[in-house]
Nanobody, 125 residues
Framework: QVQLVESGGGSVQAGGSLTLSCAAS????????MGWFRQAPGKEREAVAS????????YYSDSVKGRFTISRDNAKNTLYLRMNSLKPEDTAMYYC??????????????????WGQGTQVTVSS
């Protein structure tokens, strides 16, 4: 059974930083694509970042480019999202997602098969 468990969310003031983690189990973590999404109340889910199994060529949404960094540790089956210079508009529930098939083409438009329960990030001004 595939499980993705996010952690690291919290409340922070604008300009602050947080690092989210996503622990994966039940899948071949070292293949496919992993990603981070977010959804704010009343808004559609937004793809934030994604990264392939080799941990290279990450993709970022324009709204977070230059402030957020996605990384993965295949030895620990863990995905990370380092978020710097946080803004109130970054406030959302953040979700980890996985598309573990080896042939997956990784991008922000990847069709992810598995999702975590989310971790809340709140940024105050």
């Amino acid at each position: 059974q595939v499980q993705l468990v996010e952690s690291g969310g919290g409340s922070v003031q604008a300009g602050g930083s947080l690092t989210l983690s996503c622990a994966a189990s039940g899948l071949v973590y070292s293949s496919g694509c992993m990603g981070w999404f977010r959804q704010a109340p009343g808004k559609e889910r937004e793809a934030v970042a994604s990264m392939n199994s080799a941990g290279v060529s990450p993709y970022y949404s324009d709204s977070v480019k230059g402030r957020f960094t996605i990384s993965r540790d295949n030895a620990k089956n863990t995905l990370y999202l380092r978020m710097n210079s946080l803004k109130p508009e970054d406030t959302a529930m953040y979700y980890c997602a996985a598309a573990p098939a080896a042939w997956t083409i990784c991008s922000l438009r990847t069709n992810f098969n598995y999702w975590g329960q989310g971790t809340q990030v709140t940024v105050s001004s």
